[in-house]
């Protein structure tokens, strides 16, 4: 016999189902019927079996899933400026004078006495110790021992050779010091230093060197800051060779070190750029690549005997620091692996925030994330890669080193 409550549920079903018996029920009579007589558990949980809950994750539960899909429009809202086109178009215009203390803190590198210059540079006071800085592809092209050339108070010119101290890493921290010699000091001011991050469309300004001519730039509009990299556009800005190694600045202070240009042909055809295109329509315009002053005072750090200063720039997933990035490392990608499948592998970007590196990823709770960095650079006879994988299961991180 049926019990009242099997027969509501039946007639239940019927009612739901408009006369007809569920597909369900129809290839699996069988099984139906067995749990109307020798019931275990509903015929309502026969018919709508129950899905079983997700894996949790062990730390925060399931808020890293949320942060990584609003890390992901933080990190596309990061990359809109790209695409916006210049306030006007590019045209050359008259270099402007520098302030005098500026003038006094920038100067060009040469490879030897007779050669022309090459590169730009500037001294800076880090931690009381006078620096001279440049770009670091600038010492690819000029040598590791060039000769900076100031101006004395009367205008005649003198050379001083100088030998790098450390270099980082060219597609990362693009930057070089070395020491100015004692009897070159006399002739620079060094500036001094502003580790803070300027923020998106905040004014800067810039001097140094395009063409063997010194200009004063004063209108340069940030586009995008972070840890690794700041990123800018010049307005009616004439870039010319020897312009790298200058320094970018803010009332004075130094906030940063120019290391190239990306123009608009180059920008499209990176590999990160068919990330962005789904999601942005139009094309990615001009800008230039700034390094961050706190990369230059890691490289001081690492310069001075017996520092014991974190030289690292933090590599974050999820608010979690997997690993210290330091001025000869880069990264190169992050991996993302589930059950032991590679399912997407996101190469870095200029825009790339070291904090959420899980920006594009479609991340579930028994994922790894991998960062690869690579350590040295085409010029290293050590170069290799570091391996830092998160373990969102278990929140264990682990490390591996591959040459």
Known sequence: MFSCRKILVILLTAFLTGGATPAYAQKNLPKVLKQLFFPKKTLFASLFPRRQPLPGVNWHGLEPIAFAQLSTQQALRAAAPLFDPPASTYAPRPLLPAPKTIRQAVFTLQQSPQSHGKGSAFAVEIDGQIWGVTARHVLDDIGR?????????????????????????????DVAIFRIPAEALPYVKPLKPDYRLPSAQETVQSAGFSHGNFGWFPQVDVLFASSHRILARYDTFPVRSGYCGSPILHRGKVLGVFVGITPEEMAQKTEWFSLLSPSFSGKIHSFTRIAPMSWVRRLTLQERPGSHAPEGAPLKLFGKTVALLHPDETVQSVVLVRDGTLVSKVPAYPFMDYNHLEAFLDVRPNDQITVVVQKGDRSSPQRKLLLHTLDLASGTISHKERK
């Not at 060039?146 to 100088?162: E, N």
């Open 145 to 173: 021992s060039p000769f900076m050339a100031l101006s004395t108070p009367d205008g005649k010119q003198q050379l001083f050779q100088v030998f790098s101290a450390r270099e980082g890493n060219i597609l990362g921290a």
